[in-house]
């Protein structure tokens, strides 16, 4: 089945330990996207990648850092760095830059 | 610059009646998409539909219609006989085809249903 994947579905990382959130799709898109979700709150552009090797940040990249080696994955470190990084990670992708974007089953990262 | 705003924070109905979310949406391009997101519990954003600005014309699917007007920058979202099942987040969303490579999200409007 085409899909997109993120694992895991919950993490707990100590204060001051980076954390790496994995992204994974087979639909052959070429735009990923990275989305914060705290609770009650909308999504907030972390960062986003139109094709293998080049990505921007989005609105709250501060904190975090990504990669694009592979057109299939885009994972998303956590930096120490990163004040309050308790919250939903969301993970999209979608053909090209404006079109429909379908979202991966999220991870709930929790700091202890 | 463009925005969405979903002014309905939180709407509750019992089960049965229609319901309507809001969504108005400001735009400097002629050429744009507009999308609605379904958030249900689980968390996971799910695609409901997705219009272009050169189709003005109604949409229907089963017990949901979309209503899109440029007149007043409005995509609005009706759910007929609402179920407990549509209780979830629903987001409102635009990208600039000619302008920009990513998607803006309105903050979305909870939607309890009650049995």
């Known amino acids: 089945d085409g899909g997109i994947t993120q694992s895991p579905k919950y993490l707990f990382r100590k204060e001051g330990q980076n954390v790496t959130l994995s992204c994974e799709q087979n639909l052959n898109h070429d735009a990923m996207y990275w989305y914060r979700q705290d609770p009650g709150q909308g999504l907030r552009l972390i960062y986003y990648s139109q094709i293998v090797n080049d990505f921007q940040k989005g609105d709250i990249a501060e904190g975090y850092s990504v990669s694009r080696e592979k057109k299939e994955s885009f994972p998303l470190t956590v930096t120490s760095a990163q004040k309050n990084p308790t919250a939903f990670y969301l993970c999209?992708?979608?053909?090209?830059?404006?079109?429909?974007?379908?979202f991966g089953p999220g991870t709930r990262l929790t700091v202890l | 610059a463009q925005k969405v705003t979903q002014a309905q924070t939180e709407i509750s109905v019992v089960e049965k009646e229609d319901v309507t979310l809001d969504c108005v949406y400001e735009t400097r391009d002629t050429t744009y998409y507009l999308f609605w997101y379904k958030q249900p519990p689980s968390g996971e954003l799910v695609f409901l539909i997705r219009r272009n600005s050169f189709d003005e014309q109604n949409e229907i699917s089963g017990r949901y219609s979309w209503n899109f007007q440029k007149s007043t920058s409005s995509f609005n979202f009706t759910i007929t006989a609402s179920q407990v099942v549509d209780s979830a987040v629903y987001f409102c969303a635009l990208s600039e085809v000619n302008r920009d490579d990513k998607i803006i999200f309105g903050k979305g409007t909870r939607l309890h249903i009650l049995p």
């Open positions: 999209a992708s979608s053909i090209a830059g404006a079109e429909t974007q379908y």
